[in-house]
Structure formats: structure tokens, C-alpha cells
């Protein structure tokens, strides 16, 4: 059973960069056709999907965050990672991380496996 | 973005009585060429990731119980739970899968009457 465990700093100070880590336990990340997206919570219950990184590396970002947001992924510690910079309490959220299901088309998917999520806040 | 739209935002249903929630894309998520509708539906309990119940519109993810079914195509879709058990109280998503970024509904409460 794959599992995945979301950490990070919980207090961010707005215009600051907010670094996530995914560990991913009983399943390798390196696993072909997988994806391994990370996924946010708001306050009110809305989900937004910001993207997703293959164990090659490649990724994929929202449009609209694309110029805050990079990916990056760690094979040999079996962990990947957000890096969201210029935060604002806009950005305050539950961020999980999850693995793509393979039942998406077009660069889309939906997702079997999430972490129990990491709360940030994002304030002074 | 593709828009998905719940309704209702809330409902409350008797134990053993059926509950049924909508959900309508922006445009149609329907592929020709794998005759597959994508769309998934998921389940969220009080401080819990969400759950994927479904995924192309009625498969159920192994090990969800066969209570929950889904259907609809194109535009509009249903997630119907017949036979309520107390255990469904939550908060249900729908998601394509369509197109990137994938989009979420903005959810359903469902509780108890």
C-alpha cells in the first residue's frame, strides 16, 4: 500500500517561499506511468490541483501559478517537493500530495493515493 | 479551465434512503476515441484527504462499496448512494479529468436527516 506523508513549516510570512516535501513509503516513486501531483485545500473546501512531476522529472503547472511554482523530485530518498515563492494569505491552504491514478487524458488525472495533508498559514 | 458545478451544496437524507448528487461540467468530458467519460467522484470525511469513490463516470475504485454508483455523460452527471448508512456523512467532490489542470466541484455536505 502506497503511502505518503506531506511536511512543511506550517507559518509562512507573506512574500516569503514556501517548500513542501512528499515521502513516499511502500511503493517507489520511480514507478513507470505515475504521476505525483500536489493539490490544495482553501479554507472554505475548494480543491485546485497545482501540478505534478514524474520521477523523470518532467512537470506540469497550473497556468495560473506557473510563475511561482516549481517541482522537484529526489528518486534515491523516494521524496518530492513544492517550492512556492512571493506567498500571500491567498495561498494559505491544506496541501496535499497524491499520485495520479492513470485514468486521465490530456495531461489530467485522478488520484487513488493522498497524504493526510500539511496545513499552512500564510501571515506576518 | 473546464468548470465544474455541484448541486445541491447541501443535502440531508434518512438512514437507509437515498441520497443523489449532480454535477455538471462547462463543456463536454467525453472522449470518442476511448468512449469514456472522465470524470471522478470522491468522498471526504472531517480531517481526512478526500477518497476516490469513481472514476470514469461509474467505475468504482476497488473496495468501495457497491451502495455508491455513478452515471451521466457528456455534461451531466449523477453520484447516487441508495441506501444511506451513517457512515456516508461527508463531503463529496467531483473532478474531470478531461483536460489540465484537472478541476474540482466546489462539493456537497451530506448529513443525516
Known amino acids: 500500500q502506497v503511502r505518503l506523508q506531506e511536511s512543511g513549516p506550517g507559518l509562512v510570512k507573506p512574500s516569503q517561499t514556501l517548500c513542501l516535501t512528499c515521502?513516499?513509503?511502500?511503493?517507489?516513486?520511480?514507478?513507470?506511468?505515475?504521476?505525483w501531483s500536489w493539490i490544495r485545500q482553501f479554507p472554505g473546501g475548494g480543491l485546485e490541483w497545482l501540478g505534478n512531476?514524474?520521477?523523470?522529472?518532467?512537470?506540469n503547472y497550473r497556468p495560473s501559478l506557473m510563475s511561482r511554482l516549481s517541482f522537484s523530485v529526489d528518486t534515491s530518498k523516494n521524496q518530492f517537493f513544492l517550492n512556492l515563492t512571493s506567498v500571500t494569505a491567498a495561498d494559505t491552504a491544506v496541501y496535499y500530495c497524491?499520485?495520479?491514478?492513470?485514468?486521465?487524458?490530456?495531461?489530467?488525472?485522478?488520484?487513488?493515493?493522498w497524504g493526510q495533508g500539511t496545513r499552512i498559514t500564510v501571515s506576518s | 479551465d473546464i468548470m465544474m458545478t455541484q448541486s445541491p451544496d447541501s443535502l440531508a437524507v434518512s438512514l437507509g434512503e437515498r441520497a443523489t448528487i449532480y454535477c455538471k461540467s462547462s463543456?463536454?468530458?467525453?472522449?470518442?476515441?476511448?468512449?469514456?467519460?472522465?470524470l471522478a467522484w470522491y468522498q471526504q470525511k472531517p480531517g481526512q484527504p478526500p477518497k476516490l469513490l469513481i472514476y470514469?463516470?461509474?467505475t468504482r475504485e476497488s473496495g468501495v462499496p457497491d451502495r455508491f454508483s455513478g452515471s451521466g455523460s457528456g455534461t451531466d452527471f449523477t453520484l447516487t448512494i441508495t441506501s444511506l448508512q451513517a457512515e456516508d456523512v461527508a463531503l463529496y467532490y467531483c473532478?474531470?479529468?478531461?483536460?489540465?489542470?484537472?478541476?474540482f466541484g466546489q462539493g456537497t455536505r451530506l448529513d443525516i436527516k
Open positions: 473532478q474531470q479529468t478531461y483536460l489540465s489542470p484537472g478541476t
Open positions: 463543456q463536454s468530458i467525453f472522449y470518442t476515441s476511448t468512449s469514456k467519460d472522465y
Open positions: 470514469w463516470a461509474s
Open positions: 515521502s513516499v513509503s511502500g511503493g517507489s516513486i520511480s514507478s513507470a506511468g505515475y504521476s
Open positions: 512531476i514524474y520521477y523523470s522529472g518532467t512537470t
Open positions: 497524491a499520485r495520479g491514478s492513470g485514468y486521465g487524458i490530456w495531461g489530467s488525472d485522478n488520484f487513488g493515493f
